[in-house]
Nanobody, 124 residues
Framework: QVQLVESGGGLVQAGGSLKLSCTASGRTFSVYAMGWFRQAPGKEREFLARISSSGGSTYYAASVKGRFTISRDNAKNTVYLQMNSLKPEDTAVYYC?????????????????WGQGTQVTVSS
């Protein structure tokens, strides 16, 4: 069992930056690939980024590539999402998720564990 807790969300002006953190409980964090998703009101949950268990491979959605950076620190059981050049359309609840497999999943299906989410609001 893995419990995930996101933090770092908040209100930011357009063009600003935020860094989200997701900390996992348990001693098996390093075997999981991790993903970041977001969900805006009335919309489906959207894939943003994924990082392999070792941190050696990353994958981004086209909508955030070049603006968002995913990273992880296995010693701290934490995955991060650095978000730069934020836009009002980035406003959503942001979730981290853990996946035991090595398949690069870009949909929510198949991820084993989810955090409760953290709200990001970007004002214009």
């Amino acid at each position: 069992q893995v419990q995930l807790v996101e933090s770092g969300g908040g209100l930011v002006q357009a063009g600003g930056s935020l860094k989200l953190s997701c900390t996992a409980s348990g001693r098996t964090f390093s075997v999981y690939a991790m993903g970041w998703f977001r969900q805006a009101p009335g919309k489906e949950r959207e894939f943003l980024a994924r990082i392999s268990s070792s941190g050696g491979s990353t994958y981004y959605a086209a909508s955030v590539k070049g603006r968002f950076t995913i990273s992880r620190d296995n010693a701290k059981n934490t995955v991060y999402l650095q978000m730069n050049s934020l836009k009002p359309e980035d406003t959503a609840v942001y979730y981290c998720a853990a996946d035991r497999t090595t398949v690069v999943r870009t949909t929510p299906w198949g991820y084993d564990y989810w955090g409760q989410g953290t709200q990001v609001t970007v004002s214009s």
